[in-house]
């Protein structure tokens, strides 16, 4: 017969020399706030890497798999835009350095559309031909994506929640919206070039290495060379509130020979000391990826100043009503957001807090204003942003229609 424990009692006197159990709680602390965290769920430096790189690797292969299989199958010749990309590449194939293509209409300058992808395209074609070249090429997009989005990641969470991030992208309704409808190899292979300038220039705001300030520029100018209109609202939209959460992080890191009075203007002083170095370094690679975008956006301005055709609006149902063209809402709107909806959220919440001292609520702001922007006409968002964009060659202007 199996001996019962002895119960408890409240007042069995404990010895002086008694140890805890391993298995017992520790007493909750009155003075420190309940953490939203749970128990178990955060690593330690070396493990968060290697679990990050692990879910990198797990994305990387859902790319390979699941969009290069159809890319390779040539679904991409039954998209949108896709087929026009490799008509444009194949002129870069025929005349490399010649801009001017006489095959459609009485011909148009290639000047007037970024050149990036098409010269990939033309450049991979030697090997693949045209149609291998185009679902190489945004295999390679999606491949850079992917891994951009988790080294932008990592600026604001741990690694294992970028690699988390990375996976939900390449099962994303949005990429596979714009991959295998849309056939948009520019719109993806630019994104993913600024996603992995942003970690440089925000590292270099943070230490001053020269390094990651050339790679920094280096990436944006090649965001432009890709789709000029990905560097001119990812600046807005996605740079300027990166670099100004590293410059807030840097009011609460001291830095030597700071003034260490009392009183709210010795306080303010302070904080501008510490925030100084941050905001000319930022200031800096400001000035030389404007340097370097002009450099290369300078052929189009030049061409689109001297061009005597007067472009007009595209018409887009993005622009339209929702609420009244349901139709534009469900391939616009409720496609690309599809995925992401049930996490909104969450995601809104934990962008009130920081990581590692840096602040998330800018890049929460700049979120929530381009989901008020993605609404188009359904919100007054559309006329006071003057969202309506200009075509920007004579062959988009010829598919505007009336």
């Known amino acids: 017969m199996t001996r019962a424990r002895p119960f408890p009692w409240p007042w069995r006197p404990t010895r002086p020399d008694a140890r805890p159990r391993p298995d017992a709680a520790a007493p909750p602390d009155p003075a420190r706030p309940p953490s939203l965290v749970i128990p178990g769920a955060t690593l330690d430096g070396a493990d968060d890497e290697r679990a990050g790189g692990r879910l990198l690797a797990f994305a990387l292969l859902i790319v390979i798999v699941l969009h290069g299989a159809q890319l390779i199958s040539g679904s991409f010749t039954r998209t949108y835009d896709a087929l026009i990309h490799v008509y444009f590449g194949a002129h870069y194939a025929r005349s490399f350095f010649d801009p001017w293509e006489s095959g459609w209409y009485t011909g148009f300058s290639l000047t007037s559309y970024p050149p990036l992808s098409h010269y990939l395209i033309a450049l991979l074609s030697l090997v693949f031909g045209l149609m291998g070249a185009f679902a190489l090429t945004q295999l390679l997009a999606l491949i850079g994506l992917t891994v951009g989005m988790y080294r932008f990641g990592k600026v604001f969470v741990t690694a294992r929640a ?22 948009q190899l520019p719109t993806t292979l630019s994104l993913g070039l600024l996603l992995n300038a942003i970690p440089y220039a925000a590292r270099y705001v943070q ?26 609202f990812g600046s ?47 200031a800096l690679y400001g000035a030389l ?15 689109s100043r001297s061009d005597p055709i007067t472009q007009v609006s595209i018409p887009h149902g993005s622009r339209a009503n ?14 690309p957001w599809a995925t992401l909806l049930p996490l909104y959220w969450d995601a809104a919440r934990r962008g009130l807090n920081s990581h590692r001292g840096l602040p998330r609520w800018p890049i929460l702001a700049s979120i929530l204003l381009l989901s008020l922007l993605g609404t188009g006409g359904t919100t007054p968002s559309r006329n006071c942003c003057c969202a309506a964009r200009s075509t920007s060659s004579p062959w988009t202007a010829s598919r505007s229609g009336p």
Request: aromatic share 12%; net charge positive.
């Open 207 to 232: 230490t001053g290495q020269r390094t990651l300030l050339l790679r920094a520029a280096a990436f944006t100018a090649a965001t432009t060379a890709a789709h000029h209109v990905t560097t001119l």
């Open 289 to 303: 990826a404007i340097t370097a975008l002009v450099m290369v956006v300078l052929p189009y301005w030049l061409w």
């Open 162 to 183: 970028a690699g988390y991030g990375a996976v939900l992208l390449t099962l994303s309704s949005a990429i596979a919206e714009t991959v295998h409808v849309f056939g």
């Open 236 to 282: 807005v939209f996605f740079i300027a509130p990166v670099l100004l959460a590293v410059v807030l992080q840097g009011a609460s890191r001291p830095r030597a020979g700071e003034n260490a009075g009392r009183g709210g203007w010795q306080h303010l002083r302070r904080r501008v000391y510490r925030v100084l170095p941050r905001v000319y370094r930022g």
């Open 322 to 335: 929702f609420l009244v063209r349901t139709d534009f809402g469900f391939m616009f709107w409720l496609v």
